[in-house]
């Protein structure tokens, strides 16, 4: 079984601040995270994996993303906001051996000029 | 050129009709979805293919039927459609059944009337 949390709902950052948008995960086996984002009235978009290695994963726009296996967790993070980040974000979990990819619930962030 | 196209944008249809939606990719990739987003903004995998053969099911209703002619194509196909089945529907596809890192078309905002 493979379930995600994003506790969040709506995440509220002033530009300039830095952000951070939560996902945590509960798999059994080893687990392949993902972050996209949703623009409104567009498909999702990749923004970063972590499969193996480094638990530090840097993606597209100047976002990261930090694999934590005690807390089961891998938060989204970017140094310092755009007005222009504002959109859905997804975090998805799918366990080694699967291809069935879980999605969470989505946390809108909305970043303030 | 878009590398995931599907289509129609927007269908809007009375109960019990039957209709399709087309997707495209050129991307060269083996593995295409169909996902489903209610208006809650969930994400729910709904069917996969790789190769053309189906390798994904989830718990879908029959009249639900999706149909891969070569690898870069995957349709679905909905029989008597029902209010329920108001949703944006979106079409995936990513390089390989292990690698699902996932490019999404712009979806298909379905509504049944």
């Known amino acids: 079984a493979q379930s995600v949390a994003q506790p969040e709902d709506q995440v509220n950052v002033a530009e300039g601040n830095p952000l951070t948008v939560k996902c945590t995960y509960s798999v059994s086996g080893n687990p392949y995270l993902f972050w996209y984002v949703q623009y409104p009235n567009r498909g999702l978009q990749f923004l970063l994996k972590y499969i193996t290695g480094d638990n530090l994963v840097k993606g597209s726009y100047g976002f990261e993303a930090e694999f934590n296996k005690s807390q089961t967790s891998f938060h989204l993070k970017k140094p310092s906001a755009l007005v222009s980040d504002s959109a859905l974000y997804f975090c998805?979990?799918?366990?080694?051996?699967?291809?069935?990819?879980?999605f969470g619930r989505g946390t809108s962030l909305i970043v303030h000029p | 050129d878009t590398a995931v196209s599907q289509t129609p944008k927007y269908l809007v249809t009375q109960m019990g009709n039957d209709k399709s939606i087309k997707c495209e990719q050129n991307l060269g990739h083996d593995t295409m979805y169909w996902y489903k987003q209610d208006s809650k903004k969930f994400l729910k995998i709904m069917f996969s293919?790789?190769?053309?053969?189906?390798?994904i099911n989830e718990t879908v209703p029959n009249r639900f039927s999706p149909k891969s002619p070569d690898k870069a194509h995957l349709n679905l196909h909905i029989n008597s459609l029902e209010l329920g089945d108001s949703a944006v529907y979106f079409c995936?596809?990513?390089?390989?059944?292990?690698?699902?890192?996932?490019?999404f078309g712009q979806g298909t905002r379905l509504t049944v009337v």
């Open positions: 995936a596809s990513s390089p390989s059944r292990e690698n699902t890192e996932a490019f």
């Open positions: 998805a979990v799918r366990v080694g051996g699967s291809y069935i990819p879980t």
């Open positions: 293919y790789n190769n053309k053969e189906l390798i």
